[in-house]
Nanobody, 126 residues
Framework: VQLQASGGGLVQTGGSLRLSCAASGRSFSMYAMGWFRQGPGKEREFVAA???????YYGNSVKDRFTISRDTSKNTVYLQMNSLKPEDTAVYYCAADYTIYGSSSYYSDRSRYSYWGQGTQVTVSS
């Protein structure tokens, strides 16, 4: 599967952005989809994930501000980001894997994702 992320940009503190990740290939509904981010000088960290069973999972720093959703008719997963903060500045990557299922901790483990998009830059100005 190939992933194409888009929707990044420059936004002021408190603003919103919606990222999209379009997936090619078949059986999109069978894939766990995740969003990760990597800020300057930081490791790549988990942001959110959507399981093939419809469950959603979030990193502690984005809970109650970000929402992940998927549209199977468009083979696309979205990340709605509200109340953005300067510390949300990062390159955001979408990821996919069809073997992730079960424990919630699996979804935040980046090593479990086989497919990655190219990343989209999000910059939040103060």
């Amino acid at each position: 599967v190939q992933l194409q992320a888009s929707g990044g940009g420059l936004v002021q503190t408190g603003g919103s952005l919606r990222l999209s990740c379009a997936a090619s290939g078949r059986s999109f509904s069978m894939y766990a989809m995740g969003w990760f981010r990597q800020g300057p000088g930081k490791e790549r960290e988990f942001v959110a994930a959507s399981s093939r069973a419809g469950g959603t999972y979030y990193g502690n720093s984005v809970k109650d501000r970000f929402t992940i959703s998927r549209d199977t008719s468009k083979n696309t997963v979205y990340l709605q980001m509200n109340s953005l903060k300067p510390e949300d500045t990062a390159v955001y990557y979408c990821a996919a894997d069809y073997t992730i299922y079960g424990s919630s901790s699996y979804y935040s483990d980046r090593s479990r994702y086989s497919y990655w998009g190219q990343g989209t830059q999000v910059t939040v100005s103060s």
